[in-house]
């Protein structure tokens, strides 16, 4: 069974930081580009970063580039997004996703989704 669980969202003030953790089983993690997706109450999903599987290639929304970094542990199945300098704005729901092609912070052909991780940030 594919499995990918988001953890490490909370409550921080404006300026701190979080991280996430994507853990997953189920498929040959090495093979699959790792993308994060956030969706805010009423506004539609948004592509934030991904990290490819062969290079290590990392891919950024406008929005976070400069304060968040994404990372990936291939012996542990797990991809990281380091988030620094949190707004407001960056509230939301965090997904990890996978896919067999490449990245695409569209959103576009991923085959696995994990349940979400609520982030919140107060200003």
Not at 39 to 51: D, F, L, N, T, W
Request: proline residues 2%; contains cysteine; negative net charge.
């Amino acid at each position: 069974e594919v499995q990918l669980v988001e953890s490490g969202g909370g409550l921080v003030q404006a300026g701190g930081s979080l991280r996430l953790s994507c853990a997953t089983s189920g498929f040959t993690f090495d093979d699959y580009p790792i993308g994060w997706f956030r969706q805010a109450p009423g506004k539609e999903r948004e592509g934030v970063s991904c990290i490819s599987s062969s290079d290590g290639n990392t891919f950024y929304a406008d929005s976070v580039k400069g304060r968040f970094t994404i990372s990936r542990d291939n012996a542990k199945n797990t991809v990281y997004l380091q988030m620094n300098s949190l707004k407001p704005e960056d509230t939301a729901v965090y997904y990890c996703a996978a896919t067999a092609f490449y990245c695409d912070l569209r959103g576009y052909e991923y085959d696995y989704w994990g349940q979400g991780t609520q982030v919140t940030v107060s200003s």
